[in-house]
């Protein structure tokens, strides 16, 4: 548990860079990096009927497809280093 913890930590910036390829396009841009972790953050924890009925700027937000790409990335990633490092590093040679 604690090695599949360590991996998940070390990929936070890979995780962030997915998410800002994603979705910071030209019609949606962030004004900073941290613009676009808290949009980020924010399509996760609050649902889009949340959104829409608290007037949050939601035109022009991505949807579920965008996101399910984001976590299959995530962790594609995580896999893709596991499986590196349990063949390549740890493995038995």
Do not use: K
């Amino acid at each position: 548990m604690l090695y599949w913890t360590i991996l998940i930590l070390a990929n936070l910036p890979v995780f962030f860079l997915i998410g800002w390829l994603l979705f910071d396009n030209a019609e949606n841009a962030a004004e900073s990096f941290f613009t676009t972790v808290l949009l980020l953050l924010q399509a996760i924890f609050v649902p889009r009927i949340v959104r829409v009925f608290l007037d949050m700027d939601d035109e022009g937000s991505f949807g579920l497809f965008e996101f399910a790409v984001f976590v299959g990335g995530c962790i594609a990633v995580v896999y893709g280093e596991h499986f590196l490092l349990t063949n390549y590093v740890f493995g038995n040679q």
